[in-house]
């Protein structure tokens, strides 16, 4: 594999991607952007961007709220189907966050269900958290819905299978010192062999993102451990969701 074909983009742009992960969850998607802008109370028409936004399922929702919403994705089909919803506040771009974006626009940002951590070097993840605070106001907010590592590496089901739509996915897990990997073999009436993809997420901390924050002027307000915003525990939360201010 090599960087200028990394595995996300071919994962990301496939059609079992998103039947693995989202097909089932959209009322669920829809309950937890109700209880982020419960929390946050932001003003009607304020802007936002959902980085890594894929489909546009949170981008659709927010956008329903009265909300200007951006989003942006790597992945040309992802892109291609979001950009079926556009209309005067909702809006998709396909772009690199590693990469510049609109520069002091938006008074609010967001990255959902883990869409980060899979670059190769931790100057890659810099830049991506670099384009997400250049593209807030001061006092802009930016959430970052993230997984715990500790609760990953203890919860971890080495194998699995799941079918799904009639598509049989056999899932291995495993980790080292640095990353989460998964390797997910699909198997398909419609396929003449299976297909096998993988996947690479970098373990961070609590503390990694709050050095990374600060770096680009961003400091830690809240943590929250779950989707129902429950209190965040380094060792039972299945989720960490970070939020910051640019200050």
């Not at 089932?24 to 109370?41: G, P, Q, T, V």
């Not at 028409?45 to 546009?56: E, T």
């Not at 593209?135 to 299978?161: A, C, M, R, W």
């Not at 003449?192 to 770096?215: I, R």
Request: glycine fraction near 4%; proline fraction near 3%.
């Amino acid at each position: 594999m090599t960087d200028t074909q990394p595995w996300f983009k071919e994962w990301f742009n496939s059609p079992y991607y998103h039947q693995l992960y989202f097909k089932r969850d959209e009322a669920e998607a829809a309950e937890f952007i109700n209880k982020l802008i419960d929390h946050l109370n932001p003003r009607i028409g304020s802007m936002m961007l959902d980085i890594a936004c894929g489909k546009g399922r949170h981008s659709i929702q927010l956008a329903s709220k009265g909300f200007d919403v951006t989003g942006i994705d790597w992945s040309e089909d992802s892109i291609s189907d979001a950009k079926r919803n556009e209309n005067k506040n909702l809006h998709f771009f396909l772009h690199d966050m590693r990469l510049p974006f609109w520069i002091n626009y938006f008074q609010y940002a967001f990255n959902f269900f883990t869409s980060f951590g899979y670059f190769n070097t931790r100057r890659e993840h810099n830049n991506a958290i670099r384009t997400i605070a250049q593209s807030l106001k001061i006092d802009g907010i930016f959430v970052i819905d993230y997984l715990n590592v500790h609760y990953e590496e203890t919860h971890l089901v080495p194998q699995s299978e799941l079918e799904v739509g009639g598509t049989n996915y056999f899932i291995t897990k495993w980790f080292d010192e640095d990353h989460f990997y998964k390797k997910i073999i699909v198997e398909d009436d419609s396929l003449k062999q299976p297909v096998e993809h993988s996947e690479k997420v970098a373990k961070f901390s609590l503390g990694d993102f709050t050095e990374m924050f600060s770096y680009h002027q961003m400091q830690v307000q809240k943590v929250f451990g779950d989707y129902n915003f429950g209190s965040y525990d380094v060792k039972r939360s299945p989720r960490m969701i970070i939020v910051a201010k640019k200050i």
